[in-house]
Nanobody, 127 residues
C-alpha cells in the first residue's frame, strides 16, 4: 500500500489547512493515523481513525482544533487543522495498519503499530 500525503503549506497563526492522505489500493486496515515530527522532537501522535468501530482519537495538544475524517469512496483520509499555532509546525505523516489488532491500550499512538507510511507533508505556521 502506498500513501500519498498532500495539503501542507505555510499559514499564519490562527489559520487553517486540510491535509489529505490517499491510499493506492483498498485493503484491510485496523487504523489510519496521523503523526508529526519537527527537527527537534521525535515523531508524535496526532490523530487516528479506528477502522472497524469508526472511533476517532486525538492527541491532547490538537483536541478541539483538528478533525480527522475518512472518505471511503475516495480511499482517502483527511486532517482538518484549524486555529493553527506555531508549535504545530512539523512534517505531517499519515500511516496505516493493515494487520488485525486486538482492542486494548492506546496502541494507535505508537509508530511501530503501523505498517505503511506516507512521505510526509510540511506544515509551517508563522507568527
Amino acid at each position: 500500500v502506498q500513501l500519498q500525503a498532500s495539503g501542507g503549506g505555510l499559514v499564519h497563526v490562527g489559520g487553517s489547512l486540510r491535509l489529505s492522505c490517499a491510499a493506492s489500493k483498498r485493503t484491510f486496515r485496523s487504523a489510519m493515523g496521523w503523526f508529526r515530527r519537527d527537527p527537534e522532537k521525535a515523531r508524535e501522535f496526532v490523530a487516528a481513525i479506528l477502522w472497524s468501530s469508526g472511533s476517532i482519537v486525538y492527541a491532547d495538544s490538537v483536541k478541539g482544533r483538528f478533525t480527522t475524517s475518512r472518505d471511503d469512496a475516495k480511499n482517502t483520509v483527511y486532517l482538518q487543522m484549524n486555529s493553527l499555532k506555531p508549535e504545530d509546525t512539523a512534517v505531517y505523516y499519515c500511516a496505516v495498519r493493515t494487520r488485525p489488532r486486538a482492542d486494548g491500550g492506546n496502541w494507535w499512538g505508537t509508530i511501530y503499530e503501523y505498517d505503511y507510511w506516507g512521505q510526509g507533508t510540511q506544515v509551517t505556521v508563522s507568527s
